[in-house]
């Protein structure tokens, strides 16, 4: 099992990295073959809630299973604590899905077909936005129906993926009105 711990504005000591690699490392009694943990600790000021310590960990593991959490506490080891009890939920949540309706049968989900939004009237006028952060994702073959149990299990509203019966790029998104679209390019 790899450990990338990173920290931003807090500089971690050993005892407090060798705390997280042991409450998050006991995550392995629930789901098998995590290989690599990705935990990056921040400390931050917050207008509202003050002096808080952010920690979000990215487990991946085998089959392309990707659980991510993040927890913002007044303390570096409770914040630890809050993200070991969220993955223990999506791990129990993941699992009780799959030995539910069985793990290796798979069916390739219906394609649902959506309008794109339209951009804005004033495109000039509009608030600048800025790249802040940039992710490098490993694609591996799936169905749709995988792709949409990994977006809800991160929680992002839109994933990217390989389709495992054409080997083509698509993009699964959540719509407004609780449904899911496929973006195909052609």
Not at 82 to 111: C, M
Not at 123 to 136: G, L, M, P, S
Request: charged share 35%; net charge neutral; proline share 3%.
């Amino acid at each position: 099992m790899e450990w990338n711990i990173k920290s931003r504005n807090i500089k971690l000591h050993d005892a407090q990295k060798a705390f997280i690699q042991e409450k998050l490392g006991k995550l392995e009694r629930y789901l098998d073959g995590i290989n690599d943990w990705k935990v990056e600790c921040r400390f931050e000021t917050l207008r509202g809630s003050g002096e808080t310590y952010t920690v979000q960990a990215t487990l991946l593991a085998d089959h392309g299973i990707i659980l991510r959490a993040e927890e913002r506490d007044r303390e570096l080891y409770a914040a630890v604590e809050a993200v070991h009890d969220n993955l223990q939920r999506q791990i129990r949540r993941f699992k009780e899905k799959h030995y539910r309706r069985g793990k290796l049968r798979r069916t390739a989900g219906e394609i649902i077909a959506a309008p794109l939004p339209a951009l804005p009237e004033d495109a000039e006028q509009a608030e600048e936005r800025q790249i802040i952060r940039a992710k490098e994702v490993t694609l591996r073959p799936m169905f749709s129906d995988e792709a949409i149990e990994q977006m809800e299990l991160l929680g992002h509203s839109f994933f990217v993926f390989r389709d495992a019966e054409t080997e083509k790029i698509q993009v699964v998104y959540r719509r407004n009105d609780g449904n899911y679209g496929l973006i195909m390019p052609r």
